[in-house]
């Protein structure tokens, strides 16, 4: 059977199950793909006099610079999270219990708020070099504490994103991986053999799945490279976009971005798909630690001890420090509006994207087609494109909206020509959903594997439609897939730079918006409080998921 005979017959057995459930799967698919496609069409339009001077002397400085940043990123996150998922998952050595969880804490902080503490931090007035002068009696060399630089962007996105390498490899050694170790060590290899032939080879798919996130995150990132000088493609969007008032110029620009990471996401796919490994039992056996003693477990203990303190306790006691300066001129009446800003906008748009995410896996996971394999593939794609692309999309989708929708707001008496949805939070908290959709998606998705179709198909037997089957079999049993779905989703939310700062409606603020309003006027100490508040979130949301994590265990 060819591929159009194959998806023809999904789309028959698709329109005889056809329900509400898959009308709003569709729609939301369709909302999905709509920006991206607008985005890709901008490549074969006709280039105006800006592109052609930003293809001809600029561009090739954009590619470069953001793939030697992946590519710097990528190489040092693997070596640090695999190292660290390794040490964890298969010894025993001092407070490794602590180093488990203490490893995931730098996804509280976003990446953009530790490139403004560590450059402060590193400065020649900075806490490190006055500590130095005042109470060493050095003088440093400057050239040792340059951050602002592409190896220091590197340094920053190296510490504060490994945990994504480090949490896949992490889960994938301690719940697949034991046959293979344990009959290594049985024959007699000694670590390093069993880490460099067995370990690393076994562990491919999982390291690829997060040095690919690892990557996503490197190209959504905007705070870091305008902060440290980098032209990066998502930094070239913001400067073309509002330097030269060109949004055309900027499409184009964020095609050739999307088009670059639909490439990492087929060379992962492709890596991944030849790497695929199978334990001869169904029955999976946890990896036994074994104990370290003497100068290893110390070493162990030493090297986990320092990416911990330099990925989260040193910029977070020196943000504290900071709070504490300059927190009475803070902390007001707008204050108050930012937190409520950012929570409201951040809720909103997670009753939405989860009630998304629920329909559309309850109907991929009931009809297994290929209609719906695409739903959840569109569904997905969000996640894998940078906000500063999707934003561009998506503000030129609501544009031809509020266009068409001209003489409706007429007729009502708003102007007609007037902009509505697109200067209105709408046009923003469509964009989170669209964007983070997946986070959302992923965890519905793996709770109603773990629960299975036997309830589910007996309440069907019995009479019982798909939707009160839902709410009296299926939400019981994936409610906290849910909760664990929307306390990530949350966390992504409210940390998210890009797509806020070019959707936002004027006069409209969050925390994170706040926190680099401050850093660009080079107001560091006042950016702490809003930067500590979204390091408080975070935390409590890692705390959270690290809970249901082990509470699904038990």
């Known amino acids: 059977m060819n591929v159009s005979a194959w998806f023809r017959n999904g789309m028959r057995h698709g329109k005889r199950k056809l329900n509400g459930w898959t009308i709003i799967s569709v729609i939301g698919a369709l909302a999905a793909l709509i920006p991206s496609l607008y985005i890709l069409v901008g490549l074969f339009r006709s280039p105006n006099e800006n592109w ?20 710097g990123t990528c190489a040092c996150a693997v070596i640090i999270g695999v190292t660290l998922a390794w ?137 870091v490279s305008k902060h440290f000088g980098i032209q990066s493609f998502t930094s070239a969007i913001f400067t073309t ?101 950012t929570l409201s906008i951040s809720l909103l748009s997670i009753a939405i994207l989860m009630l998304l995410a629920i329909i559309v896996a309850n109907v991929v996971r009931s009809e297994r087609t290929t209609f719906t394999l695409l739903l959840s593939k569109l569904i997905s794609m969000g996640y894998s494109i940078p906000g500063a692309v999707l934003s561009i999309g998506v503000l030129a989708i609501f544009i031809s909206l509020d266009h068409l929708l001209s003489g409706v707001y007429g ?10 949805l697109s200067m209105s939070l709408v046009m923003l908290v469509f964009a989170y959903v669209i964007r983070f959709l997946a986070v959302g998606y992923n965890a519905v998705e793996a709770g109603f594997e773990k629960t299975g179709n036997r309830y589910t198909e007996a309440s069907r037997l019995l009479g019982h439609g798909m939707t009160r089957t839902f709410f009296k079999v299926d939400l019981p049993m994936i409610k906290g897939a849910v909760l664990t779905g929307s306390i990530l989703t949350f966390m992504e939310i409210v940390k998210e730079l890009p797509l806020t700062l070019l959707l936002r409606p004027f006069n409209f603020e969050t925390l994170a918006t706040k926190a680099y309003q401050y850093a660009s006027d080079e107001q560091i100490h006042q950016a702490s409080v809003p930067s500590l508040f979204l390091v408080g979130i975070g935390i409590v949301s890692v705390a959270c998921y690290h809970w249901l994590g082990e509470r699904r265990e038990q």
């Open 87 to 223: 040490l964890v998952a298969a010894y025993e050595f001092p407070l490794r219990r602590f180093f488990s969880w203490a490893f995931v804490l730098p996804l509280a902080i976003p990446p953009y708020i530790a490139a403004y503490t560590y450059g402060s931090m590193l400065s020649y007035t900075g806490s490190v070099q006055v500590f130095m002068r005042n109470v060493l009696g050095w003088t440093p060399d400057q050239k040792y504490f340059d951050i602002m630089s592409m190896k220091g962007a590197i340094f920053i996105f190296t510490l504060f994103l490994f945990p994504y390498v480090y949490l896949i490899t992490r889960s994938f050694l301690e719940r697949q991986s034991a046959s293979f170790i344990d009959n290594a060590r049985l024959l007699g290899k000694n670590p390093l053999h069993i880490f460099f032939r067995i370990v690393l080879p076994l562990s491919q798919p999982a390291i690829m799945g997060g040095v690919s996130l690892v990557a996503f995150e490197v190209l959504n990132d905007f705070g």
């Open 241 to 341: 976009w509002f330097g030269m008032y060109d949004v055309d110029s900027a499409m184009r620009l964020a095609a050739l971005l999307m088009s670059f990471i639909i490439g990492i996401f087929i060379i992962e796919r492709l890596l991944r798909r030849r790497r695929k490994y199978h334990t001869s039992t169904a029955r999976m056996a946890p990896l036994q630690r074994r104990r370290l003693r003497g100068w290893a477990a110390w070493a162990a203990f030493g090297f986990g001890a320092v990416i911990a303190a330099l990925s989260f306790f040193i910029p977070v006691i020196q943000l504290i420090v900071w709070a504490g300066w300059t927190y009475k001129d803070v902390l007001n009446a707008k204050f108050g509006e930012l937190l409520f800003n």
């Open 411 to 420: 007729w009502l008496g708003w102007g007609a020509g007037k902009l509505v």
């Open 52 to 71: 052609q001077h930003i293809s001809q002397y600029m561009l090739k400085d954009y590619a470069l610079q953001s793939l030697w940043l992946v590519l």
